[in-house]
């Protein structure tokens, strides 16, 4: 998230005049820092516009919202004696989601360090300007959670009947919250849907990058939009995380036993879960999205 030419000041002439019409677009947003436990969003966020092959669109001016002390900008040499900055902040790129002429925004950014409020009603600009219809932003938070089970991830809708829809688990968390819970706020109070998913990393083997949470993150976000994402390398790096960090608590005895309790943790909450009856159309509608996303690409959600 480095730029080296920041865009126009905010009401500069060319700051929206040159943005593009798009088709139905949706837009992803992850951010660094407080709500990006193990990188998990981010790599996400990033693995998305790879995939998609996401076009730059903009970049917001980072002057107004970040303490450059604490998000220092970076010094680099260009063919070897030019030195160049490049400014870290947010960005935004677009993509077409894939067998769909469906667009999608994707904003890759750093949680600000200033005007919180200012800096969300500049998004809900270019959500406004963009024709945004939904907006899915990602996170990641440290919970107690074992490494060796399949990665939770909870969220939050604009609706009840959005939550149903979405099989999102509501979270239960009240505390301080980071830019995330702040910008899908200001969309639902501008009349943007607006949904959250947040993966849960195991605080104990919080050190980036968390592959495992990034790929649970990615399924909720195919999920969502009925596309396919192509994982790459991904599960193969999720899988040799998961074995490397079982290796490291079968050699700690405390750490062992502490993942051992977190399991059989787990294991009673599916026990005490209710089971609901198998509703066997839904499940044959999902299982046939599913060979639609993974055959033919997929449909616009």
């Known amino acids: 998230m480095t730029d080296s030419t920041p865009p126009p000041a905010h009401g500069e002439p060319g700051a929206e005049t040159d943005l593009p019409r798009l088709v139905d677009p949706v837009m992803i947003a992850a951010f660094e820092g407080w709500n990006d436990a193990g990188e998990a969003a981010s790599t996400a ?3 998305l516009e790879l995939m998609w ?20 900008p970076h010094v680099r040499q260009s063919e070897g ?32 360090n200033l005007r919180w409020r200012t800096f ?15 907006v899915i932003t990602l996170g990641a938070l440290l919970t107690d959670t074992p490494h060796t089970r399949p990665t939770p991830v909870s969220g939050t809708s604009y609706d009840k009947a959005s939550a ?8 239960t968390y009240q505390g301080p919250t980071g830019i995330v819970g702040v910008f899908q706020n200001a969309c639902i109070e501008a009349g943007i849907p607006a949904v959250s998913f947040w993966a849960s990393v195991p605080h104990y083997v919080s ?8 790929v649970a993150l990615l399924h909720r976000v195919e999920e969502v939009l009925d596309v396919e994402v192509p994982l790459g390398a991904l599960p193969e790096r999720a899988e040799e995380w998961e074995r490397t960090v079982s290796e490291m608590a079968e050699a700690d005895d405390e750490v062992r036993d502490y993942v051992r309790q977190l399991e059989e943790q787990a294991e009673a909450d599916e026990a005490d879960a209710p089971l609901e009856e198998a509703d066997g159309d839904a499940i044959a509608a999902d299982f046939e999205r599913y ?9 616009a959600g």
């Open 53 to 72: 092959d996401a076009e730059p669109l903009l970049s917001i001016d980072p002057e107004e919202y970040y303490d450059f002390q604490v998000t220092r």
């Open 45 to 47: 966020l990033e693995h």
């Open 207 to 214: 050190q980036a990058p968390v592959p495992k949470a990034a």
């Open 164 to 171: 149903s829809e979405l099989d999102v688990e509501p979270s």
């Open 120 to 134: 969300c009603r500049e998004l809900l600009g270019y959500v406004e300007a963009l024709g945004v219809t939904k």
């Open 81 to 112: 004696v030019t030195r160049r900055i490049e400014w870290q902040t947010t960005r935004l790129s677009v993509a077409t989601l894939p067998g769909t002429e469906r667009h999608v925004v994707l904003v890759n950014g750093i949680e600000p």
């Open 291 to 299: 060979l639609r996303r993974r055959g033919s690409g997929g449909g």
